[in-house]
């Protein structure tokens, strides 16, 4: 079986002081994860307050790749079947996201993945993952 | 201090509704209440304690207190989703405990099937929850966010769909005999395998139902149970969790069970070997599974072959489960089974569950909830009942 991937519209992304930074960062082809100023460990979603200890936190770029901890192809949730992942990322962190540009039938757990970014409704750039060549 | 034996369920009522576009949501709850407090022998006018979530219309417990009539001296309205009334059931005792109520009436009702609503749709929250800009681009919905928890599942331990299809085949052996059960006939294995995907693993028949309906449950201070004509079903220990993603370090491979079931476990002075009963949560089958595991009634991993051949089936395998067809076959009103699990597990220990599915003498029983979404946040809530 087969599932080519199908670009699917994206809704506007939320813009407020959380995200800004974030969306400034992607725009301009990079993914950003935050990391505490007290105890220097790494979380995501991003907080303004360290999940660990409440110290402040501050952005830091990632290198944009990672290994799939978990995938899902939702097949019956809208017109277009699209992949739900957790990526692990390098850094230590697993954000939630999407696999895209490849055959999502082909997608295993453990598959190594990098960064892409696609526009939503009001041109944010959403990271998503892509399937490493080879 | 513990709330063990220190208050008893008195009153168990489940809506028999499963479609109901005409009646409003407030007056299912008053529904539900007016059934519980029958069931009990308990008058309104006794009721000094009153808990609700969040699918009771208005703001918290003002709105339905005020439309029962009720003049509550306790109110709690904790909203853990899908696992709040079993947060309930232990509240209200920690409440009778310590003097704060007598009586203590838990009200469910909801009508999600009238309002269309469906597992893959995205889920309504409200603004400004802190982790919807981050996920909702990716289209979560609520059958992926277990499918990627089962498929988790799968590649560590090498669970099959065959194994999660059994726990459908158990809930449709008991729905077949639940009159007021949704999905009435008996399903096999193959059945569920062959029912469309929905989220890879998780076909539209490890997806529990979409109904209207409701459930409320009276706890009320042990003095109280004795002078009334019911069967005396003690609270004998409760725990509560909540589980995230662990600050970005996510682990699908348990559920807020491993730490809700442990607490309940150690108040109640029992071990899992000792239930007879277990009404475990199941949005959807991998739900059940791991919380079986996390719970202890198997190892962690080995919940796959526990559930397989019929070994969740009442008179057939080791852990009757879900004797009224659970959410998966019979009722998920409100899309929240905690309460119908609490209600199934009354009826074990009173010895008024379907002749069909009734455990032989059953006095001790379990019911585990897990509220929210279990791939990415969701409350956990375990309760041990026993009959006095
Ligand atoms: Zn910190």
Redesign the pocket.
Known sequence: MTTTYQDRPLGSAVHDDATEPFFAATAAGSLRIKV??????P?WYPRAL??????D?EWREATGKGGIYSVSVTRRAGPIPYAIAYVRLDEGVTMLSNIVDCDLDSLRIGQRVHVVFKPAEDKAMIPMFAPDQG | MSIRRKACIAGAYEHPTRKAPDKTVAQLHAECARGALEDAGLRLQDVDGYFCAGDAPGLGANSMADYLGLRPRHVDSTDTGGSAYLVHVSHAAQAIAMGKCNVALITLAGRPRSEGSSGVAPRLVGAGTPDVPWEAPYAPVTVNMYALAANRHMHEYGTTSEQLAWIKVAAATHAQHNPNAMLREPVTVDDVLASPMISDPLHRLDCCVVSDGGGALVVVRPEIARSLKRPVVNVLGAGEAIKGQLNGQVDLTFSGAAWSGPRAFEEAGIKPSDIQYASIYDSFTITVLMQIEDLGFCEKGKGGRFVADGNLISGVGKLPFNTDGGGLCNNHPANRGGITKVIEAVRQLRGEAHQKVQVRDCSLALAQGTGGLLGSRHGSATLIMERA
């Open positions: 505490c100023i007290s105890c220097r460990k979380h360290c999940p660990y200890c409440l110290g936190t």
